[in-house]
């Protein structure tokens, strides 16, 4: 489990590193999706798009094994 943050409008890539039983990188397909889309949207690559000010969780799945993290999208600091 991990936890970041970006600010409203903004992108984030994510990313995934699949193991196996003796930690050497497995090549495989990681599935990303959201708890809630309304706040965000990712890509097949793990872009995440930031909608809406909240927090989402993020599932990074392959096959019946997945992770999450926690993404805090912030509302933006406009400059006067």
Same mark, same amino acid.
């Given at each position: 489990d991990? *936890? +970041?943050?970006? =600010?409203? +409008? &903004?992108? =984030?890539? %994510?990313? /995934?590193?699949?193991?196996? *039983?003796?930690?050497? @990188?497995?090549?495989?397909? #990681?599935?990303?999706?959201?708890?809630d889309?309304? %706040?965000?949207?990712?890509? /097949? $690559?793990?872009?995440?798009? &930031? #909608?809406?000010? +909240?927090? @989402? *969780? =993020?599932?990074?799945?392959v096959?019946?094994? /997945?992770? $999450?993290? #926690?993404?805090?999208? *912030?509302?933006? #600091?406009? /400059?006067?």
């Amino acid at each position: 489990d991990s *936890t +970041g943050a970006v =600010v409203g +409008g &903004a992108d =984030v890539q %994510l990313t /995934a590193e699949v193991l196996d *039983t003796v930690g050497a @990188v497995v090549d495989t397909t #990681v599935v990303w999706t959201l708890s809630d889309s309304t %706040l965000a949207s990712i890509d /097949a $690559t793990g872009l995440v798009s &930031a #909608v809406a000010e +909240g927090k @989402v *969780t =993020v599932i990074a799945s392959v096959d019946a094994l /997945a992770d $999450t993290a #926690v993404v805090t999208i *912030t509302e933006p #600091v406009i /400059a006067r």
